[in-house]
């Protein structure tokens, strides 16, 4: 473990030194990379040298032990008895820094939402989910763009598709990805009965095509004249656009945007996600004997958190025990950390399983 830390370490100062040559700040995008990974890296430094410093004192005081003089050694104990139980809490706290991060963690996203079964009610309870991202989203200080709004009849929002970019965005917020359910009494309920109502929630991280590994070579493009409403331009040009993977046939369209070049890249972003879709089923598919929770993958097949209103309580059904229950004036107050929280150690806590058993 020491070694891997130490090449952390000398990794993080090459990063330092990088952040200060003006060829690399010239460079933005290759300048947020690089700062990006540095920043992940800092926690892990920062434990070790406190580790290093603790293992330091420990050898002093066992040499301590070792002096003539009573007193001295009567201090060395002391010492001891209060730093070697915090080398194991350390090492500990080491082994957890050091599970292999989820690589698209750091990735910015794609955010959805759409009322589920519920009719009005659940377009109502859409609303209350946005607002209660929102708050998240401006408290962790990430910069949120809408790219598609369909409101409700009677409020809320039928579907949202937000881009949502800042630091960590994809690795705090896959655990969202699922269904939602709310159980409290509607404003259009007369008769004050509880009714439970649906939504979900999709997180896809935003993939460039390096991410993908696509090769140029394996995308046939065609252009055609869009159909339906949008006006003499939308249906006179072949402004839509359809790309097909040919090594896997995955098909992907865009007529939404009005120039080609816009529908190009809507529907190369879409290839993206669909390409990466397949991968990670097959690769779910492969590693379904070893896994024994569904913490952190993004399925979205069942309900993942109930919002109940008249017991003022969410429960995350991926939890366990009392650690599975929070408040639900606070969580719908933008307060996600706890729930976050909880199931990052819950996904490391498996994925240390996981390290053990292979």
Request: hydrophobic share 35%; charged share 35%; proline share 3%.
């Amino acid at each position: 473990m020491l070694e891997k830390l130490q090449a952390i370490k000398e990794r993080y100062i090459y990063l330092e030194e990088q952040l200060a040559d003006p060829e690399l700040i010239a460079n933005m995008a290759r300048y947020t990379k690089v700062n990006k990974e540095y920043k992940n890296l800092t926690p892990i430094v920062k434990a070790f040298d406190t580790y290093l410093e603790l293992l330091s004192n420990i050898r002093t005081a066992r040499e301590m032990l070792r002096e003539e003089d009573p007193e001295m050694r009567d201090m060395a104990r002391l010492e001891l008895d209060e730093l070697e139980p915090r080398q194991e809490e350390m090492e500990e706290e080491l082994k957890m820094l050091l599970i292999p991060k989820d690589p698209e963690d750091d990735k910015d996203v794609i955010f959805e939402i759409r009322s589920g079964t519920g009719g009005d009610e659940a377009s109502l309870f859409a609303g209350d989910l946005y607002r209660m991202y929102s708050r998240y989203f401006e408290e962790q200080g990430w910069k949120v763009e809408a790219v598609y709004i369909n409101e409700g009849t009677v409020g809320g929002y039928n579907k949202l598709v937000l881009e949502i970019s800042g630091d960590e965005v994809y690795g705090r917020l896959k655990f969202e990805s699922g269904a939602h359910r709310v159980q409290r009494i509607p404003k259009t309920e007369s008769q004050g009965r509880v009714h439970t109502s649906a939504a979900t929630v999709a997180v896809m991280p935003k993939l460039e095509m390096e991410d993908v590994d696509i090769n140029k070579a394996d995308l046939k493009i065609d252009t055609y004249r869009s159909s339906g409403a949008g006006g003499q331009h939308v249906n006179k040009t072949e402004s839509a656009v359809r790309i097909t993977h040919l090594p896997t046939g995955i098909v992907s369209e865009s007529q939404d945007g009005r120039s080609q070049i816009k529908n190009r890249e809507i529907a190369l972003q879409r290839l993206y996600v669909k390409v990466v879709e397949v991968r990670r089923e097959q690769y779910e598919s492969e590693q379904a004997a070893k896994r024994k929770s569904l913490v952190g993958t993004g399925d979205r097949s069942g309900k993942i958190r109930t919002y109940n209103f008249p017991q003022n309580r969410v429960t995350d059904h991926r939890l366990e025990g009392e650690n599975k229950n929070f408040n639900l004036e606070q969580v719908m107050e933008g307060h996600l950390a706890p729930i976050i929280e909880a199931l990052k150690v819950a996904e490391n806590a498996e994925r240390m399983k996981e390290g053990a058993m292979e």
